[in-house]
């Protein structure tokens, strides 16, 4: 139960897109890259890509009934 409750506040790395769309799990491709294109899509820039946090992710899918 302490090991959950660190885990949030631990440094996590970034996701690429590949690995959104894993968490995403959505079969259609073109579905997936949709959901990640919108604007208000939680992502931060990396170089000439964009990168996203794990609990930004989820936490953006929850609120808005995508997962």
Known sequence: MVKQA???FMP???LNRQQVKALINVKDDMLASEI???PDFPSYPC???RRYWPH???KYLT???LS
Do not use: C
């Open 6 to 8: 660190v885990e949030g």
């Open 63 to 65: 609120e808005h009934n």
């Open 47 to 49: 170089g000439t890509q």
């Open 36 to 38: 990640i294109d919108r």
């Open 56 to 58: 930004a992710v989820d």
């Open 12 to 14: 996590q790395k970034g």
